[in-house]
T-cell receptor
Framework: GQQVMQIPQYQHVQEGEDFTTYCNSSTTLSNIQWYKQRPGGHPVFLIQLVKSGEVKKQKRLTFQFGEAKKNSSLHITATQTTDVGTYFCAGPEIYNQGGKLIFGQGTELSVKP | KAGVTQTPRYLIKTRGQQVTLSCSPISGHRSVSWYQQTPGQGLQFLFEYFSETQRNKGNFPGRFSGRQFSNSRSEMNVSTLELGDSALYLC??????????????FGPGTRLTVT
């Protein structure tokens, strides 16, 4: 079945270092979304990318959608302790007319002050 | 707008019992999805309801069921609970119109522990 894979599973960084998580889909995606889940919290929607090669920025976060619309990345510049959490990518199930999302396993980011 | 609310927040049940969880979506959101989150399996899609109809279903046994009411509120039910059903159950609502149709807004979840 359709799969969305994320690497790495865990990332430990020193505050101020950069961080990148990668997402790969087994199928072409109509769009890709990113969510952040703080420890003990619930996933919070960050952004949606739709166009091939699209790049979007939110302050220190840069999101990219691959040209083939099968991969994506999230890059955080100069991490802060507030960035701690698990970052998930998700894409809609292929040929699905509804809201069924396939989530990656997530990348857990820890930031050492 | 108020966010997605879920009740109860925490629940402890015994094997073999059944449980009903409730979700109230963001006002105006007609699509409600349910996910199970566990450390080993991540976020697994259970089902999606739209206009009181189940539109999508994940790969879970028939013990897991749900429904949606005319006001878009949704409930999910798990019968004959097993230890492996212990998880965080998340409800997410979305407005399936326009280019933001797939954006999911999650509630705080219900932490279910089966003993």
């Amino acid at each position: 079945g359709q799969q969305v894979m994320q690497i790495p599973q865990y990332q430990h960084v020193q505050e101020g270092e950069d961080f990148t998580t990668y997402c790969n889909s087994s199928t072409t995606l109509s769009n890709i979304q990113w969510y952040k889940q703080r420890p003990g919290g619930h996933p919070v929607f960050l952004i949606q990318l739709v166009k091939s090669g699209e790049v979007k920025k939110q302050k220190r976060l840069t999101f990219q959608f691959g040209e083939a619309k099968k991969n994506s990345s999230l890059h955080i510049t100069a991490t802060q302790t507030t960035d701690v959490g698990t970052y998930f990518c998700a894409g809609p199930e292929i040929y699905n007319q509804g809201g069924k999302l396939i989530f990656g396993q997530g990348t857990e980011l820890s930031v050492k002050p | 707008k108020a966010g997605v609310t879920q009740t109860p927040r925490y629940l402890i049940k015994t094997r073999g019992q059944q449980v009903t969880l409730s979700c109230s979506p963001i006002s105006g959101h007609r699509s409600v999805s349910w996910y199970q989150q566990t450390p080993g399996q991540g976020l697994q899609f259970l089902f999606e309801y739209f206009s009181e109809t189940q539109r999508n279903k994940g790969n879970f046994p028939g013990r897991f069921s749900g429904r949606q009411f005319s006001n878009s509120r949704s409930e999910m039910n798990v019968s004959t609970l097993e230890l492996g059903d212990s998880a965080l159950y998340l409800c997410a609502s979305s407005d399936p119109r326009g280019d933001r149709a797939y954006e999911q807004y999650f509630g705080p979840g219900t932490r279910l522990t089966v003993t």
